[in-house]
C-alpha cells in the first residue's frame, strides 16, 4: 500500500505566474484535501475534493482551483502569484465513507520571488 | 480566524522527561481530534487520535486527555526522548469537513 504522493518536491515561480501542484492519494482513498502551510504555521485547509468534486472550500480567492481526476489523484492550481502564496502545499487523503482519518503527503514547497 | 488554540509555543524537556501540549476548541460540533507530528521539510504524520465519547486514549508513549466540558484537549509524551525533537499540531474535524489545526508546538527533547 503506497501512501500520498506528491510533486513536485520544489517550485520557485516569479510573482504573476501560474503553478500546478500534484497528488496521489494512498491506495483506496476517494477524498483529497489540499492545505497550504506558511512559514512557522499551522496547515490552513484551501478545498477538498470527493468524488471529482469540491465538496468544502476555506478562506482563500477563486485564483486557486482544483481537480479530481477518476484514479482519485489531484491537481491544485493558482494563477496570478503572489509573494504571499510562498509555502508548503500540503495533499491529505482519506476514505471519505470508511474513516475519518486523514494521512498527509510529504508537500511541495513553492518559492514566489 | 483561530478556532483551535495551542500552547506553549515551544517547549523544552530533558530526555526522560513528559512533554505536555494543550489544545483548546469553539466549535463544540468538532467531532473527531487527531495530533499530528510533523519533522522539517516533512507532511504531518497522523500520530493519535480522539473522539469526545471518551476522555483519554493511549497509544505507546502518548497519551490524549480530552476534557468535553471544559473544551480542551492535551497530548502527553511520557519518557520523551530525543527522536520526539518535532513539531507538534492539535487539530479539530467536524465529521467529513476539514481539519483545523492549532498554530502547533515545537519540542526539543534534550538528551
Known amino acids: 500500500e503506497t501512501g500520498v504522493t506528491q510533486s513536485p518536491t520544489h517550485l520557485i515561480k516569479t510573482r504573476g505566474q501560474q503553478v500546478t501542484l500534484r497528488c496521489s492519494s494512498q491506495s483506496g482513498h476517494n477524498t483529497v484535501s489540499w492545505y497550504q502551510q506558511a512559514l512557522g504555521q499551522g496547515p490552513q485547509f484551501i478545498f477538498q475534493?470527493?468524488?471529482?468534486?469540491?465538496?468544502g472550500r476555506g478562506n482563500f480567492p477563486p485564483r486557486f482551483s482544483g481537480l479530481q481526476f477518476p484514479n482519485y489523484s489531484s491537481e491544485l492550481n493558482v494563477n496570478a502569484l503572489e509573494l504571499d502564496d510562498s509555502a508548503l502545499y500540503l495533499c491529505?487523503?482519506?476514505?471519505?465513507?470508511?474513516?475519518?482519518?486523514?494521512?498527509f503527503g510529504p508537500g511541495t514547497r513553492l518559492t514566489v520571488l | 480566524q483561530q478556532q483551535v488554540k495551542q500552547s506553549p509555543q515551544s517547549l523544552i524537556v530533558q530526555k526522560g522527561g513528559i512533554s505536555i501540549i494543550n489544545c483548546a476548541y469553539e466549535n463544540t460540533a468538532f467531532d473527531y481530534f487527531p495530533w499530528y507530528q510533523q519533522f522539517p521539510g516533512k507532511g504531518p504524520a497522523l500520530l493519535i487520535a480522539?473522539?469526545?465519547?471518551?476522555s483519554e486514549k493511549k497509544e505507546g508513549r502518548f497519551t490524549i486527555s480530552f476534557n468535553k466540558s471544559a473544551k480542551q484537549f492535551s497530548l502527553h509524551i511520557m519518557d520523551s526522548q530525543p527522536g520526539d525533537s518535532a513539531t507538534y499540531f492539535c487539530a479539530a474535524q467536524e465529521y467529513g469537513n476539514k481539519l483545523v489545526f492549532g498554530a502547533g508546538t515545537i519540542l526539543r527533547v534534550k538528551s
Open positions: 480522539i473522539r469526545p465519547d471518551v
Open positions: 491529505a487523503s482519506r476514505a471519505m465513507e470508511e474513516a475519518v482519518e486523514q494521512f
Open positions: 475534493y470527493y468524488r471529482e468534486e469540491e465538496n
